[in-house]
């Protein structure tokens, strides 16, 4: 850095001398040949000036050069570069690429340009004509400065040289706002004002995730051919400014889905960390992994908000409607067709998992659970179903599901709830009426008579311990969109209400 100080003033100087050797012994009023050989020498002292910026700007158009000067530690090189590399190693093989630094360049060109022009046609230029007359005019007194036409003209333009000075920060102001706004436009910043706009875009967010934040040599190295790699960035660049008319869903067995999960909560912990949100908010934020084997990607709770209420309003609504279309209405939706299938898996989940293993009652819940399944997978439910039986079925499992994450939990209202959601299955559910007999048959009720008289899920529920433990039971909570959205359904409105108004 001494260095550095003591070659800028032996530059300064040689500078100076060189100008001034210029006029030396030339007072006539011709340009003479030694005057023109001086100027020659200027210049060419000027070239040796600029020749190391010359270097560096060599370095910022091809990057690869200056990555393979950066990574080299030769003494050469060291004093080639050392005007305009120092020794520091803080902050290097940072710089920005050639393009970067183009529409850096262009930006401070255009904003000088119009501050030059401005100031040349608006302020300097109107100015000139008036100054030149007030120094010739004669025998002028002013009241304050004498007969001075000169200490007049510098009066008249110490504004424009004030404005001169300033203009720049105004126009550096309009342009910069003028660029944030359209960045803005083109990433779409500030589009997502509330959770309504936010669940809209998640699905493409978790697709864009792909291409935005994982390594791009990843995702190019995977074709090779040059076809590939142009594909990959035409899908790059409609992914990213919102020209992508399409997504490919997530389910919950892709790789992609693990990383997007991966991503998206270590995202919700360095919030957590950072005090922007608290625990409820985290527990509406999180993408729960897949504890069980649920078909569907498990999204966020803020995203699944009403959404098996909404599924089940429909079906109310298309009782006689048949399973293609009833499918078709709730897949419109992708975030209420996830909130069904992963209902279903929990609610089929949650209640083999609370019985003892091999009783008679986990048998009769298997047994109703193939036949659903069965009917589905034939698109015969609506035909061996009632679905008006579907909301009585919905609010046993939300007073099941408010006994069991109690923290003390009372084992005779849980068998009464089962009970109760027993006799809705095979009384009202089914469309077809069978007695005692067909039940049996069809292995939906027990073979004792007596467990049809109050004995029924007696000695078959087995729920975790009060300290926790599961001893070998179940993964119990809360994994499971009936666990998780019973549990927080009493504060989801106020919390997102909150978390939305934090975000705006």
């Given at each position: 850095?001494v260095l550095?100080?003591?070659?800028?003033?032996?530059?300064m100087?040689?500078?100076?001398?060189?100008?001034?050797?210029?006029?030396?012994?030339?007072?006539?009023?011709?340009?003479t040949?030694?005057?023109?050989?001086?100027?020659r020498l200027?210049?060419?002292?000027?070239?040796?000036?600029?020749?190391?910026?010359?270097?560096?700007?060599?370095?910022v158009?091809?990057?690869w050069m200056r990555?393979?000067?950066?990574?080299r530690?030769?003494?050469?090189?060291?004093?080639?570069?050392?005007w305009?590399?120092?020794?520091?190693?803080v902050?290097?093989?940072?710089w920005?690429?050639?393009?970067?630094?183009?529409k850096y360049?262009?930006?401070w060109?255009?904003?000088?340009?119009?501050?030059f022009?401005?100031?040349?046609?608006?302020?300097?230029?109107?100015?000139?004509?008036?100054?030149?007359?007030?120094l010739?005019?004669r025998?002028?007194?002013?009241?304050?400065?004498?007969?001075?036409?000169?200490l007049?003209?510098?009066?008249?333009?110490?504004?424009?040289?004030f404005?001169?000075?300033?203009?720049i920060q105004?126009?550096y102001?309009?342009?910069?706002?003028?660029?944030?706004?359209?960045l803005?436009?083109?990433?779409?910043?500030?589009e997502?004002?509330?959770?309504?706009?936010?669940?809209?875009r998640f699905?493409?967010?978790a697709?864009?995730?792909?291409?935005?934040l994982?390594p791009?040599?990843?995702?190019l190295?995977?074709?090779?051919?040059?076809r590939?790699?142009?594909?990959?960035?035409?899908?790059?660049?409609?992914?990213r400014?919102?020209?992508?008319?399409?997504?490919?869903?997530?389910?919950?067995?892709?790789?992609?889905?693990?990383?997007?999960?991966?991503?998206?909560?270590?995202?919700?912990?360095?919030?957590?960390?950072?005090?922007?949100i608290?625990?409820?908010?985290?527990e509406?934020?999180?993408?729960?992994?897949n504890?069980?084997?649920?078909?569907?990607?498990?999204?966020?709770?803020?995203?699944?908000c009403?959404?098996?209420?909404?599924a089940?309003?429909q079906?109310?609504?298309?009782?006689?409607?048949?399973?293609?279309?009833?499918?078709?209405k709730?897949?419109?939706?992708?975030?209420?067709?996830?909130?069904?299938?992963?209902?279903?898996?929990?609610?089929?989940?949650?209640?083999?998992a609370?019985?003892?293993?091999?009783?008679?009652e986990q048998s009769?819940l298997t047994?109703l659970?193939?036949?659903?399944?069965?009917?589905?997978?034939?698109?015969?439910?609506?035909?061996?179903?009632?679905?008006?039986?579907?909301?009585q079925?919905?609010?046993?499992?939300i007073?099941?599901?408010?006994?069991?994450?109690?923290?003390?939990?009372?084992?005779?209202?849980?068998?009464?709830t089962l009970?109760?959601?027993?006799?809705?299955?095979?009384?009202?559910f089914?469309?077809d009426?069978?007695?005692?007999?067909?039940?049996?048959?069809?292995?939906?009720?027990?073979?004792?008579?007596?467990?049809?008289?109050?004995?029924?899920?007696?000695?078959?529920?087995?729920?975790?311990?009060?300290?926790?433990k599961?001893?070998?039971?179940?993964q119990?909570?809360?994994?499971?969109?009936?666990?998780?959205?019973?549990?927080?359904?009493?504060?989801?409105?106020?919390?997102?209400?909150?978390?939305?108004?934090?975000?705006?």
């Amino acid at each position: 850095m001494v260095l550095k100080v003591v070659v800028s003033a032996a530059w300064m100087v040689i500078f100076a001398v060189c100008y001034a050797k210029i006029w030396q012994n030339n007072h006539s009023t011709r340009w003479t040949a030694e005057a023109d050989r001086r100027v020659r020498l200027l210049f060419k002292i000027a070239f040796a000036y600029v020749l190391p910026e010359l270097l560096a700007l060599t370095l910022v158009v091809i990057p690869w050069m200056r990555n393979f000067i950066e990574q080299r530690n030769w003494m050469i090189l060291d004093l080639l570069f050392w005007w305009f590399q120092s020794k520091s190693f803080v902050g290097r093989r940072l710089w920005e690429g050639p393009l970067q630094n183009i529409k850096y360049t262009l930006f401070w060109a255009a904003v000088l340009a119009t501050k030059f022009a401005f100031s040349y046609f608006l302020q300097i230029k109107p100015m000139v004509r008036p100054s030149k007359l007030m120094l010739n005019l004669r025998d002028v007194e002013y009241e304050f400065f004498g007969g001075s036409n000169r200490l007049a003209v510098g009066l008249l333009w110490l504004p424009v040289v004030f404005i001169y000075l300033m203009d720049i920060q105004i126009w550096y102001s309009i342009y910069s706002s003028f660029v944030g706004a359209v960045l803005g436009l083109l990433q779409h910043l500030g589009e997502i004002r509330n959770i309504q706009q936010l669940k809209l875009r998640f699905q493409f967010f978790a697709n864009a995730i792909q291409f935005n934040l994982m390594p791009e040599e990843q995702l190019l190295n995977a074709g090779g051919t040059f076809r590939n790699r142009l594909n990959d960035s035409i899908h790059r660049f409609m992914l990213r400014y919102g020209l992508e008319g399409h997504f490919r869903k997530l389910e919950s067995n892709q790789v992609e889905t693990h990383k997007f999960a991966l991503i998206w909560n270590e995202i919700i912990t360095i919030f957590r960390e950072e005090d922007i949100i608290s625990d409820s908010e985290v527990e509406l934020l999180e993408l729960p992994p897949n504890s069980w084997n649920v078909r569907v990607i498990r999204w966020p709770c803020f995203l699944l908000c009403n959404e098996l209420l909404l599924a089940l309003s429909q079906a109310k609504e298309l009782v006689h409607a048949s399973d293609q279309r009833l499918w078709y209405k709730i897949c419109k939706n992708e975030y209420r067709r996830c909130a069904v299938i992963e209902a279903y898996d929990s609610f089929k989940h949650l209640m083999l998992a609370i019985l003892r293993v091999q009783s008679e009652e986990q048998s009769i819940l298997t047994v109703l659970f193939q036949k659903i399944d069965h009917s589905v997978e034939i698109k015969n439910f609506t035909k061996m179903f009632r679905i008006s039986a579907l909301p009585q079925l919905h609010m046993k499992l939300i007073k099941l599901t408010d006994l069991l994450t109690k923290p003390k939990k009372d084992v005779n209202q849980v068998v009464n709830t089962l009970r109760s959601l027993y006799d809705i299955a095979v009384r009202d559910f089914f469309k077809d009426e069978r007695n005692i007999e067909q039940l049996r048959e069809d292995g939906l009720a027990p073979h004792d008579p007596a467990a049809m008289f109050g004995l029924l899920f007696e000695n078959a529920v087995k729920l975790p311990d009060p300290s926790g433990k599961l001893g070998g039971c179940i993964q119990f909570l809360p994994p499971g969109i009936l666990c998780r959205m019973f549990q927080l359904i009493l504060r989801l409105d106020e919390e997102l209400l909150s978390l939305a108004t934090r975000s705006s």
